[in-house]
């Protein structure tokens, strides 16, 4: 089912995919949480998207964001054709610029293409030269749009509305794309919550996420010290040091490494939280939460692993311009466009 709005809501994402989260507005948020929540009911048409073919490229390893993706378009009915480690096994080992990698794939003409890169800033052009939709899958020390989009849904799924709460974001800030993709989607169009940002010195938030949370009027806070904000703390987003940014400086990792050690969440961590607070990861973790706090209700990274599916659904329905028939029709409805 075809939008009905007059505003061809879906065109943008239909010609342009999603690559940064600057580009969501407020109504297509809300457009793929609802149908999120009705994914996660079981009602979606599971034949939506047969006859169309999505391309799975990763220059990175990935576990949840590929498997998510490929196994969506497999409950709508669609095709995946993926390859893994795309660095390693595509022409990009003989020197191929991913602009010609993405327009030869244009040319065989799939439907959407689904691409983790390990360097930030080039997938606009990709997407120009292939001509079809691009679902950014991360994109280096970039951005991670749909990771953001399933960290919001879990947010909201424990608290009912994003509005009043104190997010601290823990860890190898400056290369971590899932924060800065949620800094930048809070600071949007979830205003008057407060962000703590909690990491050693050397990988602070970059400045260009903090002068977009000034720009729109975000309160936030910079620490090293996890203990100074713990008791104030609804959403504790910790995340692991970004081992595979430091090749070129073996000793800053021993640095980040060591000064990260005062921040890894263990059952004393677990005393000075609220009753009511959620602790979310993006995963992997390698030491960062301990196992022991798996136990603890307040552990919801494993429950925002599982989102992960039904966050990533609807964007391939919008893709396509296409709603599955069972979604309601306020969903047919929504105003769901895109900003450049």
Same mark, same amino acid.
């Given at each position: ?28 948020? =809300? ?32 576990? %949840? ?21 795309? %660095? ?61 989009? !399933? =960290? ?74 996890? =203990? ?87 964007? !391939? ?13 306020? !969903? ?9």
């Amino acid at each position: 089912m075809k939008n009905t709005n007059g505003t061809n809501g879906n065109g943008y994402l239909r010609r342009h995919g999603l690559i940064k989260v600057q580009q969501l507005t407020r109504p297509t948020i =809300d457009a793929i949480f609802a149908a999120a929540d009705q994914v996660k009911q079981g009602h979606f048409d599971s034949q939506a998207l047969r006859g169309k073919l999505m391309v799975v490229l990763f220059y990175e390893p990935s576990t %949840r964001t590929k498997f998510s993706h490929e196994i969506a378009m497999a409950k709508l009915g669609g095709t995946v054709i993926s390859t893994d480690s795309a %660095r390693v096994f595509s022409s990009a080992a003989k020197g191929e610029t991913i602009g010609d990698t993405f327009e030869v794939i244009g040319g065989y003409e799939p439907d959407i293409i689904v691409v983790r890169y390990d360097r930030k800033g080039e997938l606009e052009e990709a997407q120009r030269r292939a001509g079809i939709p691009i679902i950014n899958a991360g994109d280096g020390t970039g951005q991670h749009p749909t990771q953001a989009l !399933l =960290d919001l849904f879990t947010i909201r799924e424990k608290f009912g509305e994003i509005q009043g709460l104190h997010i601290a974001m823990v860890g190898d800030l400056k290369h971590g794309r899932t924060v800065r993709s949620l800094c930048y989607l809070i600071a949007k169009h979830f205003p008057g919550n407060i962000i703590h940002l909690v990491s050693p010195g050397p990988v602070r938030m970059r400045e260009d996420v903090k002068k977009y949370m000034r720009k729109h009027n975000i309160e936030f806070h910079e620490t090293e010290s996890l =203990d100074e904000v713990l008791p104030a703390t609804d959403v504790l987003y910790e995340t692991r040091v970004q081992d595979e940014r430091y090749k070129k400086n073996p000793a800053l990792l021993a640095k980040v490494r060591q000064a990260s050690k005062r921040l890894i969440i263990g059952p004393a961590t677990l005393t000075r939280m609220k009753s009511e607070a959620i602790i979310m990861h993006p995963l992997p973790r390698i030491d960062e939460i301990e196992r022991s706090v798996d136990a603890d209700p307040r552990a919801w990274y494993f429950r925002q692993a599982k989102n992960g599916l039904f966050v990533r659904t609807p964007p !391939l329905f919008f893709s396509h311009a296409i709603l599955a028939p069972c979604f309601s029709q306020r !969903l047919n409805q929504v105003n769901c466009r895109l900003e450049n």
